[in-house]
């Protein structure tokens, strides 16, 4: 629903709200915006039922380096990496005692390598030193590692330990005031006022789905309106391209025109595996 149409609903906006590119809803109940926010949800979770942590890692430990090697670089690039990394360096031990310039060489196709190098031996020092090599499970010890602030540290929480946490990332950011679900730019102020709108349970979900968004409609500088499914609920519809045919070219990854095969795909793998968990939790008494 929504999709290629004019919006419905999300009330005024003030002007200097658009000037900026961030509108503001003026006239807004709190009621209101919480219904608008979790409908706006709702129908992200209808358009991605796949949407998940787009880094590979199998516990928090490799959870953590990914997501400290993310930055400035896209999943895909990190997942190649790590892939070598954690063959080579399988934990925080072994990462402690690697030798820099043989670190250097492997994360290099991310970019800013010799300061990720160097901060990922003293992330895994420091794990090391003080938490006997372990992931900490709380974001007040997280956030006080090497190169961990609040994101990763929501990323991990959520994704690694099962305990919801908001990532406000660029693209979370950028919808969270495009939506009008917030009014700041600083990322602890948008997690606070996003938290606000939505049950804890849902926030981990919640961020995968904005961040999904972010990169296949939403984009910084061309949206799609005209293709967007939360178009009815977006106060800022009209900020890209509205007409649906033109708004459809400008889609990414599995929704760009010719994907149809790689969507249908991730479509009949997502039914799968809610199969499969269904029926799991059937046979478990
Ligand atoms: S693409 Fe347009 S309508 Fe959709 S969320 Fe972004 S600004 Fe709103």
């Known amino acids: 629903m929504g999709e290629g149409r004019a919006p419905g609903a ?34 992200l979770a209808e358009k991605y039922p796949y949407a998940h942590a787009e880094l590979d890692f199998r516990n928090p430990f490799e959870l953590l380096v990914a997501t400290v090697l993310s930055a400035q670089t896209t999943d895909v690039t990190v997942n190649q990496v790590t892939r070598v990394l954690f063959d080579r360096y399988p934990d925080a031990r072994s990462l402690a005692e690697a030798d820099p310039a043989d670190l250097e060489v492997i994360l290099k196709p991310t970019g800013f390598f010799r300061a990720k190098s160097r901060n990922v031996i003293a992330l895994c020092t420091r794990l090391v030193d003080d938490y006997n090599g372990v992931v900490p499970g709380r974001l007040e010890d997280l956030v ?3 190169g961990v ?9 959520g994704n690694g330990f ?12 950028r919808l969270a005031n495009r939506f009008g679900w917030t009014q700041s730019d600083d990322p602890v102020r948008i997690e606070q006022d996003v938290a606000e709108l939505f049950d804890r349970k849902d926030w981990t979900m919640l961020s995968h789905r904005v961040i999904f968004h972010g990169r296949r409609v939403c984009h910084a500088r061309k949206p799609a309106c005209g293709a967007c499914p939360v178009a009815t609920w977006c106060p800022s519809f009209g900020l890209g391209e509205t007409d649906p045919a033109k708004a459809a070219k400008l889609l990414k990854y599995e929704l760009a025109p010719g ?22 939790q059937q046979r478990t008494p």
């Not at 099962?162 to 950011?173: K, L, N, R």
């Not at 994907?259 to 799991?280: G, P």
């Open 144 to 146: 006080t590692l090497p």
């Open 149 to 157: 602030g609040r994101k990763t540290a929501n990323v991990v929480l």
């Open 162 to 173: 099962g305990i919801p946490g908001i990532s406000v990332d660029t693209h979370f950011a």
């Open 259 to 280: 994907s149809e095969a790689l969507l249908d795909q991730l479509l009949a793998e997502t039914h799968r595996a809610a199969e499969i968990r269904m029926a799991s």
């Open 10 to 43: 999300g009330g005024a906006k003030t002007s200097a709200g658009q000037a900026a590119g961030m509108p503001v809803v003026s006239s807004e109940s709190v009621l209101a915006l919480k219904r608008r926010a979790r409908r706006i949800n709702r129908a």
